[in-house]
């Protein structure tokens, strides 16, 4: 993924977002010894999770704010199987955001072989401690800030 750069408090910096890495576990195979599809959601929260702790919104910080932000959309293309013992990339992208919703893209590739395994994406909406949507501009203007600094 390409360096980004972020600017805090009227400081550039340069913001190097590490893809997210997996190395395959056994009990993530089917019958067949493929990775099984149900696999692939939990890769990307885990990727997901990885990207925000990179932004300084770690997730852990904005559940103890009381704030989540559910999946309310998402789309995986498998593009070629994956098995057992093998080591996948999954490089994230802040595709967009208006403060109440994100989007976020995600490329899942061999580590030795660079060839695309999947490609997805997702669509987050922000929630409060009830469930209730929150705009993040009004309710978090310092969260709201940094997420369109990244993007």
């Known amino acids: ?9 009227g400081a550039k910096r ?4 590490t893809p997210f890495e997996h190395h395959t ?21 885990d990727a997901r ?22 999946v309310i959309s998402q789309s ?7 098995k057992f013992d093998e080591t996948v990339i999954i490089d994230t ?7 109440h919703n994100m989007e976020i893209a995600y490329r899942i590739y061999d580590k030795v072989t660079g060839e695309d395994r999947a490609i997805a994406r997702t669509t987050h909406c922000f929630v409060n401690k009830s469930g209730t949507p929150i705009s993040m ?8 800030t940094k997420f369109f600094e990244f993007k």
């Open 93 to 99: 992208k802040l595709l967009s955001y208006d403060g």
């Open 137 to 144: 501009k009004r309710a978090y203007p310092e969260l709201d």
């Open 49 to 70: 999770m990885d990207l925000m702790d990179q932004m300084g919104l770690g997730f852990k910080q904005m559940l103890d704010m009381e704030i989540s932000s559910p």
């Open 14 to 17: 340069q913001l190097n977002i």
């Open 76 to 82: 995986i293309e498998y593009r070629s199987s994956i």
């Open 25 to 45: 576990k056994y009990h993530e195979t089917d019958q067949q010894g493929i990775i099984h599809p149900n696999n692939y959601l939990n890769w990307l929260e």
């Open 1 to 9: 993924m390409a360096k980004q750069e972020i600017e805090i408090a």
